[in-house]
Nanobody, 117 residues
């Protein structure tokens, strides 16, 4: 299984970024696909997730007004649109695939997001 995250970069506060996760290596139909982030010196935290089949979504309360998770069944990608970015959103963003909303079995390598003030 491979999860390839991309789309990170440097952006000014208030700006937007769209992260993408390309999934391959198995059929993800029953899986939940998620995005997590890890800020410097902090633990990894949940950002958003979507069930591949059906499209049910879940968001962290702290970010749900500023992010949207979506999937492309044809391209086998999961995207995270992030708006109104803040310096505290800086960190490494990881995509993951799990057999449930709380069991995350596969992880991508992460993509760096840096928000300047």
């Amino acid at each position: 299984v491979q999860l390839q995250a991309s789309g990170g970069g440097l952006v000014q506060a208030g700006g937007s970024l769209r992260l993408s996760c390309a999934a391959s290596g198995r059929t993800f139909g029953s899986y939940v696909m998620g995005w997590f982030r890890q800020a410097p010196g902090k633990e990894r935290e949940f950002v958003a997730a979507i069930r591949w089949s059906g499209g049910t979504t879940s968001y962290a309360d702290s970010m749900k007004t500023r992010v949207t998770i979506s999937k492309d069944n044809v391209e086998n990608t999961v995207s995270l649109q992030m708006n109104s970015l803040k310096p505290e959103d800086t960190g490494v963003y990881y995509c993951a695939a799990g057999s449930s909303w709380i069991n995350w079995d596969f992880w991508g390598q992460g993509t760096q997001v840096t928000v300047s003030s």
